[in-house]
Nanobody, 121 residues
Framework: QVQLVESGGGLVQAGGSLRLSCAAS????????MAWYRQAPGNGRELVAF???????NYADSVKARFTISRDSAKNTVYLQMNSLKPDDTAVYYC???????????????WGQGTQVTVSS
């Protein structure tokens, strides 16, 4: 079993900052790409940022220059630093990871339970 546990959401005023964390635990051999998605009420789930193992970060145009994704491989953890937050950033944020559970095995994908981010104007 593998679990992704997110933390760090909350209520913040426009222009403020939040840092989300997502820790993977369980039967993990290696983690490939880790990512953050978000879903606002009435909208579909959208990709915010992703970072491959040993690769460069990629961002949605709507968050470039404001959000930073990073990972700590030793802790199996991915972070999302969110600065200059806007009301449009209000959403449930989900962590996603592609994980190998054994050497030479397939990649499995997992989702966290989601954490609410609310930005007030």
């Amino acid at each position: 079993q593998v679990q992704l546990v997110e933390s760090g959401g909350g209520l913040v005023q426009a222009g403020g900052s939040l840092r989300l964390s997502c820790a993977a635990s369980g039967s993990i051999f290696s983690i490939d790409t880790m990512a953050w998605y978000r879903q606002a009420p009435g909208n579909g789930r959208e990709l915010v940022a992703f970072i491959p193992s040993g690769g460069s970060a990629n961002y949605a145009d709507s968050v470039k220059a404001r959000f930073t994704i990073s990972r700590d491989s030793a802790k199996n953890t991915v972070y999302l630093q969110m600065n200059s937050l806007k009301p449009d950033d209000t959403a449930v944020y989900y962590c996603h990871a592609a994980i190998k559970r054994a050497r030479g095995g397939p990649l499995y994908t997992y989702w966290g339970q989601g954490t609410q981010v609310t930005v007030s104007s």
